[in-house]
């Protein structure tokens, strides 16, 4: 089956970023404070902030994202879809992948 998939190394680096990024908060935990801020859209106070594992959300929607541009590779058709739907995959897990790791150096302690 992933033979059938066109541009697979876009969609196993994406998978293997969404990987790390899940693992990272889990091993350095030790090195994060109990609550950590990620929701910065909200207004400032405790309203950002979410315990340690709560960075787990983040990779956790970039594997889901993932998972589904996946899934829609296989159904299509159209090789231009195909390629941007790779493309996005491996930019959301970048991103995501980023903002992990800012936010746990930001407050961690290295």
Known sequence: MWKKITFNNY???ALILNALSLLAPVILRGFLP?????FYGRPVGEGQLVSTLG????????FL??????????????????KVLAVTALIISIVT??????????????
């Open 11 to 13: 969609f196993l680096a």
């Open 55 to 62: 960075l787990l959300i983040a990779p956790a929607a970039s």
């Open 34 to 38: 109990p609550v950590v801020p990620l």
């Open 97 to 110: 992948a980023i903002t992990v790791i800012k936010i746990m150096l930001l407050v961690g302690f290295f």
């Open 65 to 82: 994202i993932t998972a589904v541009n996946l899934l829609l590779n296989l159904w299509t058709k159209d090789d231009f879809l195909k």
